[in-house]
């Protein structure tokens, strides 16, 4: 039997991205398919396109129940915020790119020509590190660096020197779909740690989750949902943060925010002229920051 990834969480984001494209109307936020040879058998036959009347079925059910198309409304919107973060930073001549718990992500695969011109780091725990090399192709894996980091035990700073990552370049960092898995001593080590690395110039983009007391009663049911689920699968939330805390840990740590979008800003960016029924829940935003 076909062992399954260590983080089903970074499988059902994967899986979500590839939902977009199978349920939600064109033009797609973030185009994931090339993620499905990484996906475990099961899953990728959940994701095989629906049948039609199956599908007219759960977009009438998911307009009268906007949150159930949340999740992934905030997963292709978040990936798309990275992506375009990336690109203008690459423009900029960032050639260093680190991707922080970075589970299925596909940048490798999609981007033959960043892997061409960059340095690719991905950073994440050994046992979905083991899992993605095993999948990708041989040319891929080979013109990239791996990094085998516990985010809530090693210092990562020493991992990334440890992969000759350049202190003296700047680097462009992406931390999406990570940070409320984490104790905020967690999050703020893992800031520290990449600030000892990135040289000034360098940028960082991450999302966060609001504390269920930000929230009114329908989202705070929705994060409950989520919280609940993610309790069955040993993967629970931990790092829940008001803005003004994870603004501090960032300012503590030499980093400067200097782009925040907060749900209302992510659907009125992406999604305020589509006709299907993606959201964002109100839990959630997305950061870019700058090493000063």
């Known amino acids: 039997m076909e062992q399954r990834p260590r983080s089903q969480t970074a ?7 590839v939902w977009h494209t199978r349920l939600d109307d064109a033009p797609t936020i973030f185009d994931d398919r090339a993620v499905l040879p990484l996906l475990s058998p099961r899953m990728r036959q ?9 599908a007219m079925q759960l977009r009438t059910m998911e307009g009268m129940h906007p949150e159930l198309a949340a999740l992934r409304g905030q997963t292709v919107t978040r990936a798309r915020f990275a992506e375009d973060a990336l690109d203008a930073a690459v423009d900029r ?32 725990q050994a046992p979905m590190q083991w899992w993605k090399r095993a999948h990708l192709p041989a040319k891929v894996a080979n013109r990239m ?8 035990r090693d210092r990562l700073a020493e991992r990334l020197l440890d992969a000759r990552i350049d202190p ?8 999406m779909g990570c940070t409320y898995y984490l104790p905020p001593e967690a999050i703020g080590a893992t800031l520290q740690g990449l600030a000892e690395v ?12 609001l504390p269920a007391g930000e929230l009114s009663w329908r989202p705070r ?36 925010v200097l782009e925040e979008l907060d749900a209302p800003a992510l659907r009125a960016h992406w999604l305020s002229e589509r006709r299907d029924s993606l959201s964002v829940p109100a839990f959630a935003r997305c950061l870019r920051l700058v090493r000063d």
Do not use: K
């Open 46 to 54: 959940l994701v095989q396109p629906p049948p039609p009347l199956l």
């Open 11 to 17: 499988e059902i984001a994967a899986a979500l991205r």
């Open 168 to 175: 003296q370049t700047p680097l462009f960092a992406n931390w």
């Open 198 to 209: 990135a040289a000034p110039g360098s940028e960082l983009v991450a999302d966060y989750w």
């Open 93 to 124: 001549g960032h050639r260093q790119i680190v991707l922080l718990g970075a589970g299925l992500d596909t940048t490798a695969l999609r981007r033959p020509d960043l892997l061409a011109r960059t340095t690719l780091l991905e950073v994440d």
């Open 145 to 152: 660096r791996f990094v085998a980091v516990d985010f809530a």
């Open 221 to 256: 049911m929705l994060l409950r949902g989520v919280e609940l689920a993610l309790n069955t699968q040993q993967e629970p939330l931990l790092g829940l943060i008001r803005p003004d805390t994870l603004h501090r840990l960032a300012a503590n740590t030499g980093w400067q």
